[in-house]
């Protein structure tokens, strides 16, 4: 009953929060490509963050954004996942998102804007082809995130991963940086509309160069970078 009436107060306010960060950047990328607005993004996510009642904070070193591109992989639990990516990637990156949440009023025009391929899970051309233009940014020097399980957690557990993001790496050559995210399903998880105030923690992991990972299959990489996020999130 606590956790409800809270969550009563907390959602207007953030909606709110929400709608304004969004006009302001709807504005400024009239004006500049989304490259260039990772500084109002990370603070527009911050606010975010705050208003919805979380502490956030940094764990690891955050990657020399002079030495990228890299592809950042996570796991994936709540809405607060993407505040806390932008928030806590020290540049601007790219990335795929499930198709449908372009259909979302305010979301979906927000993603559409800062630049995520959209996905179609189901169909197996449609997931060829977006990774196909997520490797073609990756190749101009732009760095993307993934999360490998495809959809949110429903147990708050990392799930299987997908081939998919392997499948970038590998063509790309790119630098992987194994990303856990702690906090979030107990904030706001897909089952429950109720948040609860908490403290969101973004974990860099190390870098996992081209070199290191050379030699490995696509299913060894994926363990190794599942175990990493694990071993994380414990």
Known sequence: MFRAIISIIIWPIW??????GTLMYSIA???LPSHKLHKLAQLISRICMITGAQWFKIEGGRPDKNKGPYLYLMNHQSLFDAFMMVAGVP??????????QFSYPVWGYLAKKYGVIPLVREELGSAITSLGKLESAINNGTSAMIAPEGTRSLDGKLGDFKKGAFHVAKNTG????PVGLKGAYQAKNKKDWRIKPSVLTIV????????QYANMSIDTLSKKVKSEIEEMLD
């Open 15 to 20: 909606s709110i929060t929400f709608l304004f």
């Open 29 to 31: 990328i009239t004006l």
């Open 91 to 100: 540049h601007y990156f790219t990335g795929v998102g499930a198709i449908e």
């Open 174 to 177: 790119i630098t992987i940086i």
């Open 204 to 211: 860099f992991g190390q870098p996992i160069t081209k070199v």
